[in-house]
């Protein structure tokens, strides 16, 4: 089960911090990840992590996110210098087993059930 917290509201320039909490000792096995969608806009995939912890972002965001799994296993997603385009409804997903990097919609397995981000200037 993956569930996400820590969406919200933020201005231009702000940051948040999304969290999954990450249950099921399977996941340690697979590739993690935050996808997000926009209104009218395809899901995307925003940062992933592997399990041997390579991490990878898409390029617009490089730079201000981090991903990060927590002592705990969970999955964590800093977003710093928040930008109005950044704003949709951010996903946890887990891919399906031996998928590393960079991985798609088309690759997960499971998703949680997502976290409203709205960035305004």
């Known amino acids: 089960q993956l569930l996400e917290s820590g969406g919200g509201s933020a201005q231009a320039g702000g940051g948040l911090r999304l969290s999954c909490k990450v249950s099921?000792?399977?996941?340690?096995?697979?590739?993690m990840g935050w996808f997000r969608q926009g209104p009218g806009n395809e899901r995307e995939g925003v940062a992933t992590i592997d399990p041997d912890g390579t991490v990878d972002y898409l390029d617009s965001v490089k730079g201000r996110f981090t991903i990060s799994k927590d002592n705990n296993g969970n999955l964590v997603l800093q977003m710093n210098n928040l930008q109005i385009e950044d704003s949709g409804k951010y996903y946890c997903?887990?891919?399906?087993?031996?998928?590393?990097?960079?991985?798609?919609?088309?690759?997960?397995?499971?998703w949680g059930r997502g976290t409203q981000v709205t960035v305004s200037s």
């Open positions: 997903a887990a891919s399906m087993p031996g998928h590393i990097a960079p991985i798609t919609s088309r690759d997960i397995e499971y």
């Open positions: 099921g000792y399977h996941y340690n096995t697979r590739c």
